[in-house]
């Protein structure tokens, strides 16, 4: 199990929002970010903040339950990160973007519960693929105000074979995971554009691109 230093976290927590702004993934205060600590806890943004313009006092601890162990309020969304650290072991990092392909995408496709990626030479950029002959599954959940009810749905989406280190809500945006900050960033980056490469692809096919 990967884990990380509380001092390591911060500083790889603000680098990363800085670099999801920069895509525009992480528009107007939204997206989240986490890290597995080697004590046990978890370092998670402090909600509300804006995430291109993070400082290390705007990363926190929680417990495993998501209580503050800072006084800090933590991301609204603390839950689903630690669904996943649950739900994996292995998983180290968790990252959450907000970008219009996503929830354009989701959007567009009410009535979908999943995206299958394939054929793509950018699959061998997720954990564990070595070919672009192969077929990922995105899980697509309906957006909440309770993080249960998005919890119920994805663990069990999520542990289906060839489901990819990732998940879309409807509308939201996407979660995406690796065993450090690095692979779920490439995770986060390979997914986003993947989904950015098959909606120019429905615009080819429909007509509506030059
Ligand atoms: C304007 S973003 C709405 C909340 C959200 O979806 C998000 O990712 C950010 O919430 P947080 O509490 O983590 O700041
Ligand atoms: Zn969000």
Known sequence: MAASSFAEARSGIVAVGRWLDGKGWAPATSGNYSVRLDDGSFAVTVSGRHKGRLTEDDVMRVDVSGASLDGK??????????ALYRDFPDVGAVLHSHSSNAVGLTRAFPDLTGWTLQGHEMLKALPGNTTHETRVILPIVDNSQDM?????????LL???GSAPAYLIRAHGLYGWGKDLAE???????VEWMIAAELAEIGFRNGSAA
């Open 73 to 82: 309020k933590p991301s609204a969304e603390t839950a689903l990160h630690l």
């Open 184 to 190: 779920a960033e490439r995770v986060i980056e390979a």
């Open 159 to 161: 542990v289906k074979p």
């Open 148 to 156: 249960a009810v998005i919890d119920a749905k994805m663990s069990s």
